[in-house]
């Protein structure tokens, strides 16, 4: 395995700016993995996978880990019946090429998020989810390396401690994922959760799994620019939780703000939504701006440069906080 000294990290994040690695390597193997662990062990690190959710400000002062670990198997659990289905897929998987796999097999459970960018071990770290549906759901176990210690840990659904785009990988960089395993289903039935794909799918007395993959896809390009033609990391911001009473005065004066109870009592309302009324939708500030058919996706135009990004980021976040008095948290991860 080799290892390069101040490597430019300009193709490994979708948003193209631009910062280089003090040291950079690409494990494809877990123990490669853990010989670059060992043979630097008091170095800052930071594990990419396929820099779909994060941009660089500045250069990153130690090792920055590309992992190149890939495989599928499908495993048996005599526990359990036939209609279930459980795949060990590694980190460095592309997450789309995963979602064919399963979709083209009648493996259910994970059509929804078709077209996600990004790797398979990038899936829990974020609790991707998307048109009614998380990752969370599917998951079974995640297998890990502590990068402290170099020994793995094997993380059950609960103790990962899923939340909204969070998880115990997210919250402390503790861990690099090298494999997580999914519980999916062999039966088929669509069920309506989410408004765009059930207008998308109207026309369709029983939707296939194939129906609603194809559905989605044809959704998120309507919708989300080509991080390969337009870099952008997709959703920007959370969708943020307020309480009944603020939605009951917001919509005092935007009667349309959409509102979603949750179990808790709290409501979940749209950041896009939001972003627009604050007057925000396809904005420009430079080379930075929101995408004009969503603006909770942030698009760059032609800077190498973060911190442009991170300017318009709190402009949006400022006019939103005047406009509606919440506070927005970015879902992207800023370096």
Not at 14 to 43: G, H, M, N, W
Not at 184 to 203: A, C, H, S
Not at 260 to 278: N, P, V
Request: charged content about 30%; glycine content about 6%; proline content about 4%.
């Amino acid at each position: 395995m080799d290892y390069y000294r101040q490597s430019s990290l300009k193709n490994y994040n979708s948003f193209k700016t631009e910062a280089t690695a003090k040291i950079f390597c690409q494990p494809t193997s877990v123990a490669e993995l853990r010989q670059c662990l060992s043979d630097y062990p008091d170095e800052k690190k930071l594990i990419i996978g396929g820099g779909c959710n994060l941009f660089f400000t500045k250069d990153f002062d130690g090792l920055v880990i590309h992992p190149q670990i890939k495989g599928l198997r499908e495993i048996s659990d005599d526990e359990e019946e036939d209609e279930d289905i459980f795949l060990e897929v590694n980190a460095s998987e592309d997450w789309d090429e995963f979602v064919a796999y399963c979709v083209e097999r009648g493996f259910v459970g994970i059509e929804n998020l078709s077209l996600i960018p990004g790797t398979v071990g990038a899936a829990p770290i974020q609790n991707i989810g998307a048109y009614g549906a998380e990752v969370k759901d599917v998951i079974r176990e995640v297998v890990a390396i502590d990068m402290e210690t170099g020994e793995s840990v094997s993380f059950s659904n609960v103790e990962c401690e899923f939340g909204y785009r969070d998880s115990i990988f997210k919250r402390t960089n503790k861990y690099c994922i090298i494999s997580v395993v999914f519980h999916l289903k062999r039966t088929f039935v669509y069920t309506p959760k989410y408004f765009d794909l059930n207008k998308e799918l109207e026309d369709i007395d029983e939707p296939t799994i194939k129906d609603v993959r194809d559905a989605v896809i044809r959704i998120r390009q309507r919708k989300l620019p080509d991080e390969k033609v337009l870099p952008n990391a997709g959703s920007f911001f959370k969708n943020p939780y307020i309480t009944q009473e603020k939605a009951d005065k917001i919509k005092a004066d935007f009667p349309e703000l959409p509102a979603f109870l949750q179990k808790d009592g709290s409501i979940k309302t749209s950041a896009a939504f939001l972003i627009d009324r604050a007057g925000y939708k396809g904005v420009r500030v430079g080379d930075i701006g929101t995408y004009p058919y969503q603006p909770l996706i942030i698009v760059n135009y032609g800077s190498s440069n973060g911190n442009d990004i991170v300017r318009f980021k709190q402009e949006i976040q400022k006019a939103v906080k005047d406009t509606f008095d919440i506070e927005l948290e970015p879902e992207v991860r800023i370096f």
